[in-house]
């Protein structure tokens, strides 16, 4: 298991970014697959998930901005983030999860600009 994430960057409130994770292998393997954000200082928190049968689940402070999708033919999970503001800034992790276990990959940086 490999996640590789990336499409961090700088952005001005008001913008969007897509961070991928894409995994060596399938990620059919997860049961389910996550974004977590962690801002310093801060504890690490969950952003957004989906499970292998597509139901997802988004924290509070994104719903209807951040959308989390799959591509498992691509093995690849995607975060679609819109409308970023200054308070979504943060290193983004990707987590894939079974069998009661976690995979990480390395975060990505997410810096909004006001």
């Known amino acids: 298991v490999q996640l590789q994430a990336s499409g961090g960057g700088v952005v001005q409130a008001g913008g969007s970014l897509r961070l991928s994770c894409a995994n060596s292998?399938?990620?059919?393997?997860?049961?389910?697959m996550g974004w977590y954000r962690q801002a310093p200082g801060k504890q690490r928190e969950l952003v957004a998930s989906?499970?292998?049968?597509?139901?997802?689940n988004y924290a509070d402070s994104v719903k209807g901005r951040f959308t989390i999708s799959r591509d498992n033919a691509k093995n690849t999970v995607y975060l679609q983030m819109n409308t970023l503001k200054p308070e979504d800034t943060a290193v983004y992790y990707c987590?894939?999860?079974?069998?009661?276990?976690?995979?990480w990959g390395q975060g990505t940086q997410v810096t909004v600009s006001s």
């Open positions: 989906i499970t292998n049968g597509g139901a997802t």
């Open positions: 987590n894939g999860g079974r069998l009661g276990l976690n995979y």
């Open positions: 292998g399938t990620i059919l393997s997860f049961t389910r």
